[in-house]
């Protein structure tokens, strides 16, 4: 009910100045376990608006918004969007013929400003640090490239080529993405 005041008190002050609410971009999202209404609600004549499923999420400008997950959804988003940036630019990135400097460079003003775009609110649970951590020190070690020793195993490699590949990043100036 409150909803619907306000909504409709919304409404009715835009037309006064010509402007109108657009029925596909008008959602709502409640944590109010027993509210059962799902779906488009009816609030006024020629007003509708969603009601975001329970742990769905608004999407605004490209970031999403949930209230039950907190940055957990926009992090796993932003960590799958940095990914389809490296792969786009992998050929480039992983290429050994160009400097590691330029494609370090690269790196950090394609996929970084990609994956970090708009996080100053974001609030950060451990969690959400260690996939971000996990996911840049994954593309920097397909980036710097350090070949595996016939002798070490593959746990080994990895915390070798991490700390290499992290050494090497941060002489070129990029920062861990958890600590920006």
């Known amino acids: ?8 008190g919304l409404k009715n002050k835009l037309a006064e100045w010509g402007l109108s609410i657009h029925p596909t971009k008008c959602k709502a ?17 020629g007003l509708e608006i969603e009601i975001l499923p329970k742990g769905g999420c608004l999407t605004i400008l490209g970031t999403q918004l949930a209230l039950e997950t907190g940055t ?8 799958s969007k940095g990914w389809k940036m490296f792969f786009a630019l992998k050929s480039i990135l992983c290429n050994r013929a160009i400097s590691l400097k330029r494609r370090l460079t690269l ?11 708009c996080t100053e609110s974001w609030a950060l649970r451990a969690t959400d640090k260690q996939h971000l951590r996990v996911a840049q020190n994954r593309m920097l070690r397909k980036i710097v490239d350090v070949r595996r020793n016939g002798t070490e195993s ?10 290499k590949s992290r050494q090497i990043a941060e002489t070129a100036g990029i920062k861990c993405w958890v600590s920006l």
């Open 154 to 163: 593959w746990v080994e490699w990895v915390i070798r080529s991490t700390r």
């Open 72 to 79: 957990s959804k926009e992090v796993q988003s932003r960590i």
């Open 107 to 117: 790196f950090n003003a394609t996929v970084s400003s990609g994956v970090l775009w």
């Open 1 to 8: 009910a409150q909803l619907k005041i306000m909504l409709t």
């Open 29 to 45: 999202q409640t944590t109010n376990e027993e509210w059962s209404t799902r779906g488009m609600v009816k609030i006024s004549e």
